[in-house]
């Protein structure tokens, strides 16, 4: 599939999108269209090392196949990963245009131009279930606890109900960290927070466990290093008989202590952990304990090995945020 056309990926200079690409290009594949929106942030960055065909912005890019959809030529997949991530955004009408209405447009395009459409949802549309989460359950009897997870609900629902989750791909992300997330703000992922604050101040804050059951930073989530995704993503993209929705994470459940304390190691300082109490707005949303099921990933012919949590923050740190690197550019060392 990746030789029959070009590669489409949306959100391409965002966080996952960029690792696609990345992976894209270890795997000498070039012909790709990048589209996202660029603003004020600094993500151009990350498509700095890479290599592609042509850049355009989202909305442009409506315009174009609104009035051809065969503008761009031979597309072999639309990988659309575009989409506003915010957990805290409360405009509901900005998160349904962006990332309910947008993302129809993209589905109806694949059609078009009889392309393979895979797309990012989020493990955020599980809403308070707990332990370990399977796809088997009814989309419909999901109840997402944020605005963002709604709205990318409602395009697995219409997805499904209009038959095109059975032959596309939606990717419902667990708990994503690695190169390319510097741009993302509040949504930064808590390897990069941890490491901010050691360089601050040498004192890493976590929130303080409201449940008897859990001690303090032994609350639990599915981390995933973004490589792994990046690769989870690019094989469902390329494994024809794979469609409907797949969980996208470790498959393990780790502490909140799992993931800082190789950060601490990796700066080559002593651990030092502050409990916080939690905002009163998270206590009825937060979940103590997430695990995704990766029967349906494995049961697809997924065989690649999953980096160790460890492994992966150390390498994080050491070899991307220290140097201040993103994704590519230890291809442009290697050449130097």
Sequence with gaps: MLTKGKIVVTGGAGFIGSAVIWELNRLGVERILVVDRMDQ????????????????????????????PLAFGSIAAILHLGACSST???????????????????LLWSDAAKARFVYASSAATYGAIEGSISESCPLRALRPLNAYAFSKQMFDLWAERTGHLARAVGLKYFNIFGPNEEHKGDMRSMVYKA???IRQTGIVKLFRSHRSEYRDGEQLRDFLYVKDAAAMTIHLATTPQAAGI???GSGQAH???????????????PPKIEFIDMPEILK???????????????????????TPLRDAVIEYVRDYLIPDCRLGDERLKTEN
């Excluded at 090392?49 to 989202?58: G, K, N, Q, T, V």
């Excluded at 502490?255 to 300082?269: E, G, K, M, N, Q």
């Excluded at 949303?285 to 690649?304: E, I, N, P, V």
Aim: glycine share 2%; proline share 2%; with cysteine.
């Design 88 to 106: 805290t955004e409360t405009d509901s009408a900005f998160l349904i245009r962006n990332n309910f209405e947008y993302s129809k447009r993209m």
């Design 195 to 197: 490491f901010q604050q």
């Design 41 to 68: 942030s600094e993500k151009w960055r990350n498509l700095s090392p890479l290599r592609f065909e042509d850049y355009i912005e989202a909305d442009d890019l409506v315009e174009r196949v609104a009035g051809s």
């Design 255 to 269: 502490t909140w202590l799992d993931l800082v304390s190789p950060v601490f190691t990796a700066c080559s300082t």
């Design 284 to 306: 009825d949303k937060y979940q103590y304990h997430t695990r995704a099921s990766l029967d349906r990933l494995r049961a697809s012919g997924y065989r690649r090995e999953i």
């Design 246 to 248: 797949f969980n996208l």
